[in-house]
């Protein structure tokens, strides 16, 4: 395996996307995938049959497929904190069945989620106040690593559907000046801090 990626490499590394293409009228139609409203578009990378095929055997020979499935079980494939890894019971539909310890997670999942859309609508709307009766108007995320980086990024995707009077800042560093400058214009009464972590056991956080 190991071989066949390095011949690949070697014989792919002069060759220029142009040509890729020059070869192949078909690449733009025959390199794509979509699914799930996602359309993967992984022409334009110098990729060629024989590196799917040797992406395919490695995903094979790796046990790919076996982790999958045993990630939708609830199996505790995270060796390190020996717990499951539950990421697909946050996107499983409600009535979906994810059994961890013999018990179905999903139900729990969504009354989380039900109870965060819940709260999230009462802040917009201005029906959740602070502790003076203010409304909130500033938002800001403490997290690090993950805890940063998925706020961020869920919120740079929805930023254009977000509540445009609020403000929504975000703070992943144990420098003391990341935190100043992300309140220096806020009124505290006006602002609600949400502190993001996964288990409230990193350190920085």
Known sequence: MEKGFRRIIKKIKEVHLR????DDSQRGERMTAEAAGIFLDYSK??????TVKLLLRLAEESGLRDRIDAMF???KINVTEKRAV???ALRAPRGASILVDGQNVVPEVHAVLDKMADFSNRVRS???????GKRIRNVINVGIGGSDLGPVMAYEALKHY???????????NVDGTDFAEAVRDLDAAETLFLISSKTFTTLET
């Not at 009077?165 to 703070?171: I, K, L």
């Open 19 to 22: 040509q890729l293409f020059a």
């Open 45 to 50: 990378n110098r990729v060629t049959d024989e």
């Open 73 to 75: 079980r609830g199996d």
């Open 86 to 88: 539950l990421y697909v």
């Open 126 to 132: 201005g029906e959740w106040k602070g502790h003076t």
């Open 162 to 172: 977000s509540e445009p009077t609020m403000t929504f800042r975000f703070v992943s």
